[in-house]
Nanobody, 117 residues
Framework: QVQVAESGGGLVQPGGSLRLSCAAS????????MAWYRQVPEKQRELVAA??????TKYGDFVEGRFTISRDIKNTVFLQMNSLKPEDTAVYYC????????????WGQGTQVTVSS
């Protein structure tokens, strides 16, 4: 059974930084893409950033150059978040996608990020 685990969330002041990490275990498939999403109550989950097997990256429009997605050789995915704003407060979810079909993926449980003074 595939397990996806995030870490690194917490409370940070506006203008501060956080680094999220995520790793998957138990999969028999290669990684097509890794991504971070976020969700606040009563809103749809939205894409924050994605990184593909070939190294291409994609970001949500709201990122505006403040966040960077990266990965290491063991397919741990990171999200470096700088210049955080109160509106970045959300539960952040990690997703591993195992094929070109976005429905073929595994989600983590989510980690809370709160930006507040």
């Amino acid at each position: 059974q595939v397990q996806v685990a995030e870490s690194g969330g917490g409370l940070v002041q506006p203008g501060g930084s956080l680094r999220l990490s995520c790793a998957a275990s138990g999969s028999k498939f290669g990684v097509y893409a890794m991504a971070w999403y976020r969700q606040v109550p009563e809103k749809q989950r939205e894409l924050v950033a994605a990184i593909y097997a070939g190294g291409q990256t994609k970001y949500g429009d709201f990122v505006e150059g403040r966040f960077t997605i990266s990965r290491d050789i063991k397919n741990t995915v990171f999200l470096q978040m700088n210049s955080l704003k109160p509106e970045d407060t959300a539960v952040y979810y990690c997703k591993f996608q195992w094929g070109s079909n976005p429905d073929f993926g595994s989600w983590g449980q989510g980690t809370q990020v709160t930006v507040s003074s």
